[in-house]
């Protein structure tokens, strides 16, 4: 099991994705903090919207991370075609919801960086169980974009980040930011898939990260939270 620290979503639901950024950068600087509102400003986030990957994982590579990350989601083809390519791409719920969430325009703006971005390996396909194990067994800081109603079993479509804490034959564990916030959560492999794969197959996804060299020393900002 990876001993990840543990980080909660704040009380706007909006910052899962800080949340596991905050516990990533914690795990590997254990004598560096950052703030939520730090961790807003480079990852792009923007009030009551969703987090896309593009910002933060230009400033973690910059940090010294290595990052792979697999998803059948061309970030070319939305780098040049915006929202075109998106309503193409997803179903009509999911993009209206993302549409709700989510800056497009600045992402379409960010995701031109990011497939520029040469040590930031993307591969467009569904991630599988195989990749999960693969990067895992490796030691890999493993995250994923999963449907939080499919684990509660429940109608309708989230964009949810939670970060992999250990994986056995039939279940696996993991850090739930929330909200609720669920430390350790665990859950049979089967509902986890269904949640990673909502609405299709397709749509599973999956983040590998592992910090090479450090080209930080000093804390950037202290932590008041």
């Known amino acids: ?13 909006t910052h899962c994705f800080q949340a596991c950024l ?16 730090f961790l807003d400003r480079i990852s792009a986030h923007k009030k009551d919207k969703w987090t896309w990957i593009s910002a933060a994982f230009i400033f973690l590579v910059k940090k010294g991370f290595k990052i792979i990350h697999i998803e059948n989601f061309d970030y070319k083809k939305f780098a040049l075609l915006g929202k ?3 309503q193409k791409f997803w179903t009509d719920e999911v993009y ?35 990749n999960i194990k693969h990067f895992y067994k490796n030691k890999y800081i493993l995250s994923c974009a999963i449907n939080p109603y499919v684990l509660k ?15 056995t034959k039939n279940r696996i564990t993991f850090h739930d930011p929330g909200l609720p916030p669920q430390k350790h ?13 909502y609405p299709t197959k397709r749509d599973a996804n999956l983040t590998a990260i592992k910090l090479i060299k450090t080209k930080i020393k000093k804390p950037i900002e202290i932590s008041r939270e």
Do not use: C
């Not at 905050?22 to 509102?37: D, G, M, T, V």
């Not at 959560?185 to 794969?197: D, G, S």
């Open 96 to 130: 209206q919801t993302q549409k709700k969430f989510s800056d497009i325009k600045n992402e379409q703006k960010l995701a031109k960086l990011l497939v520029k971005n040469k040590n930031i390996k993307l591969i467009k396909r569904s991630a599988t169980l195989k």
């Open 84 to 86: 075109a390519y998106l």
């Open 185 to 197: 959560r665990t859950v049979p492999l089967k509902l986890f898939f269904r949640a990673l794969r």
């Open 22 to 37: 905050k516990s990533i950068l914690k795990f590997y600087f254990p004598h560096q903090n950052y703030s939520f509102a």
């Open 153 to 167: 079993k429940q109608k309708g479509f989230a964009s949810h980040l939670i970060i992999i804490t250990n994986l």
């Open 1 to 13: 099991m990876f001993h990840i620290p543990f980080y909660k979503n704040t009380k706007d639901d």
